[in-house]
């Protein structure tokens, strides 16, 4: 449990550093498991070894019979197809394989790309409303269960939540993921128009993680129809700062047919209202 290293030579091993592990060397052993959770390495040889760690930095191999050397996602081609209601509003969950998941809100008429982390492919394999668990939507936040493919987990979808809990770690660690919103200005005939600023509208300050120190809103835009974007900076608010203004300025011209903007928010709002552009008029 926790060790911070485990040095092991022609042994027969149930079990080796079962939790955060620091290193594991293995020599001419039998190992059933050697790291299940996170370590920083295992480095092993002439080993028959069922499973090398569940999830670590770094895994050397040498002579080694590896029946697992990681636990994770596979890969799947097929679409899946789920639903389920909050707020009012019903959704409509389609997987692309294992490239996207993308998110229909039958009340808006808008789709949306869900994902975990920093990619777009969510977590969230199925789900449904739990119609018996209102009860608990109280502590966890809505009545929506959902399963993980990745791990075989089980979450509570929680729309307050600024973090994920961790895959393997639960929610003793809270990961980061972004909230990106695309919205566009058009601009008709062949005269440029002036962009004076640009300000960002949403909940600012109302972050649910009081012992994170800050979060940012960053701005890019794009001229060539979303073939590249040019990063405008990032604004930090700090916790239980609301009356930060998320203004950028400056931004030169806007030409036929428009400009795209791209608000990225990391933990920093809980909602996005929308983006006002000063064009002089």
């Known amino acids: 449990m926790a060790a911070t290293t485990t040095d092991v030579s022609q042994v027969f091993t149930l079990g080796t550093g079962e ?5 594991l060397l293995a020599t001419q052993a039998y190992v059933l498991a050697a790291a299940i959770w996170p370590a920083e390495a ?3 040889s002439q080993l028959y070894k069922l499973a090398a760690a569940a999830s670590s930095n770094t895994i050397t191999n040498s002579q080694t019979y590896v029946l697992a050397a990681c636990l994770g996602r596979t890969e799947d081609p097929r679409v899946r197809a789920w639903t389920y209601t909050l707020d009012g509003h019903d959704f409509y969950v389609l997987r692309l394989g294992s490239e996207e998941t993308i998110v229909f809100d039958v009340s808006t008429g808008q789709w949306s790309t869900f994902g975990s982390g920093y990619g777009p492919l969510w977590r969230a394999f199925n789900g449904q409303n739990w119609l018996g668990a209102d009860g608990l939507a109280g502590t ?9 493919d990745g791990n075989g987990s ?3 979808l929680d729309p307050d939540e600024d973090f994920d809990d961790d895959p393997l770690l639960g929610s003793e660690v809270q990961r980061e993921f ?3 919103a695309i919205g566009q200005v ?4 062949y005269d440029a128009q002036r962009c004076f600023g640009a ?3 949403g909940s600012i300050g109302t972050q649910a993680e009081e012992d994170i120190p800050s979060r940012t809103v960053t701005l890019s835009m794009s001229d060539d129809v979303g073939r590249s974007y040019t990063d405008l900076g990032n604004i930090i608010i700090p916790y239980d700062e609301y009356y930060t203004r998320l203004n950028w300025r400056s931004l030169g011209s806007i030409r036929y047919p428009g400009r795209l903007f791209k608000v990225v928010d990391i933990g920093a709002l809980r909602r996005i209202d929308g983006l006002e552009v000063e064009d002089g008029s």
């Open 19 to 23: 939790y955060n592990g620091g290193s």
């Open 140 to 148: 966890y936040g809505s009545n929506i269960i959902v399963g993980d």
């Open 154 to 156: 089980l979450y509570f």
């Open 42 to 44: 295992v480095s092993v």
């Open 199 to 201: 300000t960002v509208l």
């Open 178 to 180: 972004e909230r990106v």
């Open 186 to 189: 058009l601009a008709k005939g």
